[in-house]
């Protein structure tokens, strides 16, 4: 382990984790709607993988406010996901807010992170079965 105190979780993996009140539910949710089968399970979780990361849905009796992003996943063609979500039946969020408008489900992003070397992302979010809100995106380069 590094000893620099400063650096504590700069080699840790990300891995999400999303409250679902009905498991089954939202299993079939990520099979149906996203495509997703769970790599592994136990009593009250399931793990996905995507790429290089992974989150877990867990059993909870609480729900997620909804009210913001709570993980959200990097595509290629986000008109192709889109389209193919929507064709399995997700509803995508429409927004209008000034300066931040949704066309057909997907926002331009204006700005990125320097470090990715992109000028912009194309988002677009939706809810999965429990109310989470999901996010995905493709950087503009």
């Keep these: 382990m ?4 400063t650096a504590v ?3 840790a993996r ?3 984790r ?3 009140q009905d498991l089954d539910r939202a299993r079939r949710f990520y ?3 996203l495509g997703l089968e769970p790599v592994d399970e136990r009593p009250g979780g399931l793990l996905y993988r995507c790429g290089g990361g992974e989150f877990a849905l867990f059993r909870s009796a609480g729900a997620s406010p909804g009210t913001f992003t709570q993980m959200a996943l990097e595509v290629d063609d986000i008109d192709g996901a889109v389209a193919e979500m929507k064709r399995r039946g997700v509803v995508f969020e429409e927004v209008d807010l000034p300066g931040f408008r949704t066309r057909d489900g997907i926002a331009e992003v204006e700005g ?3 470090s990715k070397g992109a000028r912009g ?3 677009a979010w939706f809810r999965d079965s429990e109310g989470n809100l999901l996010g995905i995106g493709q950087p503009l380069y």
């Design 9 to 11: 979780l700069a080699g």
């Design 112 to 114: 990125h992170y320097p």
């Design 2 to 5: 590094d000893t620099d105190d």
């Design 14 to 16: 990300v891995a999400t």
């Design 18 to 20: 999303l409250p679902a």
């Design 31 to 33: 099979a149906d709607k």
């Design 121 to 123: 992302e194309r988002g």
